[in-house]
């Protein structure tokens, strides 16, 4: 698997539409080792909620190949930083 050529494939919104399904809160999408065969890419989609709510598939298909996704709840959205007075 081209690790950039599924980088540039979620970044496309139909698969971020098929990954997070109707699911409207805060989120992140990437890329990572796959926690039971980990020179394996897998997509792995974080959500503020709870991972139940999001319906998306369990692989995608890319290039030919199909790849693993994992949901992760309970994800926080990072804050900006406060600009420090010096």
Same mark, same amino acid.
């Given at each position: 698997?081209?690790?950039?050529?599924?980088?540039?494939?979620?970044?496309?919104?139909?698969?971020?539409?098929?990954?997070?399904?109707?699911? /409207?809160?805060?989120? !992140?999408?990437?890329?990572?080792?796959?926690?039971? &065969?980990?020179?394996?890419?897998? %997509?792995? *989609?974080? =959500? /503020?909620?709870?991972? !139940?709510?999001?319906?998306?598939?369990?692989?995608? &298909?890319?290039?030919?190949?199909? %790849?693993? *996704?994992? =949901?992760?709840?309970?994800? !926080?959205?990072?804050?900006?930083?406060?600009?420090?007075?010096?």
């Amino acid at each position: 698997m081209n690790i950039q050529t599924l980088m540039d494939r979620i970044e496309q919104p139909d698969v971020q539409r098929t990954l997070l399904a109707d699911y /409207a809160g805060p989120f !992140s999408i990437g890329i990572g080792a796959d926690p039971q &065969d980990s020179p394996t890419a897998v %997509v792995i *989609v974080r =959500v /503020a909620d709870d991972a !139940s709510c999001v319906h998306a598939p369990p692989h995608i &298909d890319v290039d030919g190949q199909s %790849v693993r *996704v994992i =949901v992760q709840g309970n994800y !926080s959205v990072p804050h900006k930083l406060r600009r420090l007075v010096s």
